[in-house]
């Protein structure tokens, strides 16, 4: 299987989304996705999982639905997180930790997304009826 090296992925990936304290001791597994953090633009996941990322469960080689456990949601600092773990249905192997993120930062709503399997994405929201920063989006 073809994988990326550890070096050109440091250097693609933006530093500001990978936040380690997601991986908390659980064994993330690369062995069961197609891509690791796969760039998903502004497609925020809170909750679900991206089957087309999924290989098939490196252990009992199944390639079936996941399941999702241990889902939590706490707060820290005016931003809501929330993490889950996605499990192979048959042998209940941990394929990958999912977290989102919610915060509000001035009149904007911010969202963030880090899992191994589902990937990686940001996008925020004006919540003013007037957003600013349409105007630089039309080019
Ligand atoms: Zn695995
Ligand atoms: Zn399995
Ligand atoms: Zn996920």
New binding site residues.
Partial sequence: MRRPSLNSREVSSSRKSRRIFAVNGVAMCVDCVEKEYPNRGNICLENGSFLLNFTG?A????R?FMLITNKSLKEEDGEEIVTYDHL??????VIARHEYTFSIMDEFQEYTMLCLLCGKAEDTISILPDDPRQMTLLF
């Fill in positions: 469960c252990v009992c080689s199944k079936d192979c249905k048959n042998c209940h192997h």
